[in-house]
């Protein structure tokens, strides 16, 4: 071996160790996005409608994720989300247990009880099923004010997205505002008082019931996400961060790509603005997926200069194929290849080093 392919193969190999050495770092916060209903052609209509891109590509892995349930081929969110929060296969429609009604703890209350700051921000009711994924335990996702009371059974510090009614309009009388301000919350009804807290605990209830569909939502999502990390980087500890881009499901169960679209970018938007962040610290893991596809979405053809595509649905339903899984910083690397919806919360778990 001449002295210039010892000069390579010595450089590769810095490189490599270099490559391998960045990847290995732990981080000390993870934002984990759910698009709810987002499949590939839901990514590629609203990355076509785009211009041909979207922050999303900025992530450097990418994976697929398995989505089906314990009893079904074809998942809900209820089901769906606990796969992603608790780590378990359960039934369609149930919350944060197993199959046979055992409460298991989701990776944001592991996170809360090993000192991590914890939060969520949805663009539906804090109730709905993947929200409640990752902070109650109830046999049904429709069981509104019960997952609304769970809310109180634990510590997290930031919650925001609608569901104000399940909290305050009770049929068993109960004030669940008045319990949150004795627990200390800020409980704010706007976003102009959501962006005025920087620390302590919030309560962001800003609809009575779901939120508002695009374009009347506005920058609800991106705003409140980073109103949530402003509050949640107070801790030296570290953060886990859950944020849902809720109606890209809602828009694909009317098979109605333009709203599709319109879901996707403000999803898209708040990616950026996480993505911003996370280049900014070095030290936040942001993971980016799917509880189901939603509509059998197809995209046939279209005009990639022309900002078109033609799209057509198969179901008004979720479909049982697997979604993609996207990373972007210290930790990303463990969520490529093809792997099952339940993985995700040890793995963040064995990256924060809790348990």
């Known amino acids: 071996m001449n002295t210039r392919s010892k000069l390579i193969v010595i450089l590769y190999l810095f490189l490599s160790i270099s490559t391998l050495s960045l990847y290995a770092k732990n981080p000390r916060?993870?934002?984990?996005?759910?698009?709810?209903?987002?499949?590939?052609?839901?990514?590629?209509?609203?990355?076509?409608?785009?211009?041909?891109?979207?922050?999303?590509?900025?992530?450097t892995f990418t994976g697929l994720v398995k989505t089906y349930s314990f009893n079904d081929f074809t998942t809900d969110s209820g089901a769906g989300g606990t796969a992603l929060a608790c780590g378990v296969k359960t039934k369609n429609s149930?919350?944060?247990?197993?199959?046979?009604?055992?409460?298991?703890?989701?990776?944001?209350?592991?996170?809360?009880?090993?000192?991590?700051?914890?939060?969520?921000?949805?663009?539906?009711?804090?109730?709905?099923?993947?929200?409640?994924?990752?902070?109650?335990?109830?046999?049904?996702?429709?069981?509104?004010?019960e997952i609304a009371s769970d809310f109180l059974k634990t510590d997290i510090d930031v919650f925001i997205g609608g569901g104000k009614k399940y909290f305050a309009e009770r049929t068993d009388n109960r004030n669940l505002i008045d319990e949150l301000k004795q627990k200390n919350y800020t409980v704010a009804y706007s976003m102009n008082e959501v962006m005025?807290?920087?620390?302590?605990?919030?309560?962001?209830?800003?609809?009575?019931?779901?939120?508002?569909?695009?374009?009347?939502?506005?920058?609800?999502?991106?705003?409140?996400?980073m109103a949530a990390i402003d509050i949640l980087d107070n801790n030296k500890k570290g953060f886990f961060l859950m944020i849902e881009g809720s109606q890209i499901d809602w828009a694909s169960h009317d098979n109605h790509a333009e709203n599709v679209v319109r879901e996707m970018l403000d999803f898209d938007q708040t990616i950026g603005r996480v993505l911003d962040y996370a280049e900014k610290t070095g030290n936040t893991l942001v993971i980016i997926t799917s509880d189901h596809e939603t509509g059998g979405m197809t995209i046939p053809s279209g005009n990639i200069e022309k900002r078109q595509f033609n799209a057509?649905?198969?179901?008004?339903?979720?479909?049982?194929?697997?979604?993609?899984?996207?990373?972007?910083?210290?930790?990303?690397?463990?969520?490529?290849r093809i792997i099952e919806n339940t993985s995700f919360k040890s793995k963040i778990e064995k990256l924060l080093k809790i348990k």
Request: hydrophobic residues 45%.
């Open 94 to 145: 149930m919350i944060g247990m197993t199959p046979d009604s055992i409460a298991v703890e989701s990776i944001l209350e592991v996170a809360e009880r090993n000192g991590l700051s914890t939060g969520m921000v949805v663009a539906c009711a804090v109730t709905h099923a993947t929200p409640a994924s990752f902070i109650a335990h109830q046999p049904n996702r429709n069981m509104n004010e």
């Open 196 to 225: 005025a807290v920087k620390s302590g605990k919030l309560a962001g209830l800003l609809y009575d019931d779901q939120n508002v569909a695009m374009p009347e939502r506005g920058t609800m999502l991106a705003d409140a996400t």
């Open 29 to 59: 916060n993870v934002i984990f996005m759910i698009g709810d209903g987002m499949g590939i052609s839901q990514i590629y209509a609203a990355m076509v409608a785009n211009g041909n891109t979207l922050n999303l590509e900025r992530c």
């Open 312 to 336: 057509q649905f198969s179901t008004k339903g979720h479909s049982g194929v697997p979604v993609p899984v996207f990373t972007f910083g210290p930790g990303a690397q463990n969520f490529t």
